[in-house]
């Protein structure tokens, strides 16, 4: 298994501003991925961080938008741009520990508003 | 693309089984996933079903179907704890950087009442 942190768990944001949020890995995983939880609803896939290069993104999301980064096998960062009360969701890391592994494990989550 | 269907909510009493039912229709397959998601927490991992057939854990199991693109999760004695929502999930059958993209159905909110 593995065990998933991110940062901030919560935030509230002023609309136009942006936000990053940390998801760090208790080892080295093969894929890490990014989701958002509106409320109410179910997960939506927003991209694939690709460790050292351009993450795959999900149709519906640019990275003017959403930009990644990946820069090593336990660590990603997403960051919201210029959000506004739309983008209030929670953003959740995903992780898969092996190319021949089953399972998918989900972080806490980061719960973001934005007024 | 993936279509995936689950119902909204189900209800049940305590100590009963309950199925919540899941169709999925998708451009490439690579595994079917139960997920269980409490309120205001991540969800947590319940089964894998790639073949056909049925996977048994404690009082859980999930079944798929391959030629149906349907799967169902059985819950059995219902415990009051279990109230949560249901998500089935579908793997993407990618390469490379698309690999291993998981797509969710929109969860069935169980209640169990006592």
């Known amino acids: 298994s593995a065990v998933i942190s991110q940062k901030p768990s919560r935030d509230i944001c002023q609309r136009g501003t942006s936000l990053t949020i940390q998801c760090q890995v208790d080892?080295?995983?093969?894929?890490m991925f990014w989701y958002r939880q509106q409320p109410g609803q179910s997960l939506t896939l927003i991209a694939t961080?690709?460790?050292?290069?351009?993450?795959?993104?999900e149709s519906g999301f640019v990275i003017d938008k959403f930009p990644i980064s990946r820069p090593n096998l336990t660590f990603s960062t997403l960051t919201v741009s210029n959000m506004s009360p739309e983008d209030s969701s929670i953003y959740l890391c995903?992780?898969?520990?092996?190319?021949?592994?089953?399972?998918?494990?989900f972080g806490p989550g980061t719960r973001l508003t934005v007024t | 693309g993936q279509n995936i269907d689950q119902p909204t909510e189900m209800t049940a009493t305590e100590g009963a089984i309950v199925q919540i039912n899941c169709t999925y229709q998708?451009?490439?397959?690579?595994?079917l996933f139960w997920y269980q998601q409490h309120a205001g927490e991540a969800p947590t991992f319940l089964s894998y079903?790639?073949?056909?057939g049925l996977e048994e854990k404690g009082r859980f199991s999930s079944f798929l179907s391959l030629y149906k693109g349907y799967s169902y999760l059985l819950l059995k004695e219902l415990q009051m704890k279990d109230s949560a929502s249901y998500l089935c999930?579908?793997?993407?059958?990618?390469?490379?950087?698309?690999?291993?993209?998981?797509?969710f159905g929109r969860g069935t909110q169980l209640t169990v009442w006592p």
């Open positions: 995903s992780v898969k520990t092996g190319l021949q592994s089953t399972e998918q494990y």
């Open positions: 080892s080295q995983v093969t894929m």
């Open positions: 961080a690709n460790q050292g290069s351009e993450a795959t993104y």
């Open positions: 998708t451009s490439g397959f690579n595994g």
């Open positions: 079903n790639v073949l056909d």
């Open positions: 999930a579908v793997r993407d059958r990618g390469r490379g950087s698309t690999l291993g993209r998981l797509y």
